[in-house]
Structures are given as structure tokens and as C-alpha cells.
């Protein structure tokens, strides 16, 4: 029994320190407001990337409305927003789930629209779509 709560306090407090909420912090430089407009800066500056949020199990990708293929995911990069990957210990954990998601989707949806061409040249099963 003393083993199981020992095994049950180190998850719990391990769980905790590995918890990354770097998101918090950094909360004000993820408008939700200003993604779209960022997303055109960056694509003319040819700097194609995509967001991605580290909110549970596995990151999502809000707004990146194209299939996700193997030629997508080793051909473009991408930036994570750390919203407390699988751990909900961040404070205010919803309400930085939801801007960060948020974001992503604006950045996402503008940057999908203005990158399809490359996109479409890059990876050829993304033609058919």
C-alpha cells in the first residue's frame, strides 16, 4: 500500500515539474486578433511555417484545414505553443487553451490559404484535394 501512494505522489509531482506553461508567460505575444495579419508578414518574407498547440495528449492543429500527410509533417515547420501539454497544472489552463487555439487558428487558416500553391508543389498527394 505504501508503495502504490509513493508511486502515486511521484506521478502526481513529477507531472507537475514536467509541466510546461511557457504559454503563460508569453500569453501577450499570441494575440488572437493580430495571427492573420502576422501570418501575411510572414509569408511575404517567405518564411512559410504553422502553429501547433501542445494543450493534451498530442498537439493540435487548429485551422490547418488540408490533410495532414507525411510530406506536410517532414516538409514544413512548425511552432508549438506550450499550454501544458498533458497536464493541467497551468493556471488559468482554459482560458490560455482557448487564446492559444485561437491563435493558431488565425495564423493557420490565413497561412494554409497563402502557402497552398508551395504546398501543392511540394507534396503531390495534396493535388487531388
Not at 506521478?11 to 502576422?38: H, I, M, R, T, W
Not at 498530442?58 to 510530406?71: H, K, L, Y
Amino acid at each position: 500500500m505504501k508503495k502504490i501512494l509513493i508511486l502515486t505522489l511521484l506521478c502526481l509531482v513529477s507531472g507537475k515539474a514536467l509541466a510546461d506553461c511557457s504559454f503563460e508567460s508569453q500569453k501577450d505575444n499570441y494575440k488572437p486578433e493580430v495571427a492573420a495579419s502576422l501570418a501575411e508578414k510572414v509569408f511575404k518574407e517567405n518564411n512559410v511555417y504553422f502553429i501547433a498547440v501542445a494543450d493534451g495528449v498530442a498537439p493540435s492543429r487548429p485551422g490547418f484545414d488540408i490533410s495532414f500527410t507525411s510530406c506536410i509533417f517532414k516538409n514544413t515547420k512548425w511552432e508549438m505553443l506550450w499550454v501544458g501539454a498533458d497536464s493541467q497544472y497551468c493556471v488559468n489552463h482554459e482560458a490560455l487553451r482557448a487564446q492559444a487555439k485561437s491563435y493558431a487558428q488565425n495564423f493557420n487558416k490565413t497561412m494554409v490559404q497563402l502557402a497552398s500553391m508551395q504546398l501543392r508543389e511540394m507534396c503531390p498527394e495534396l493535388r487531388t484535394h
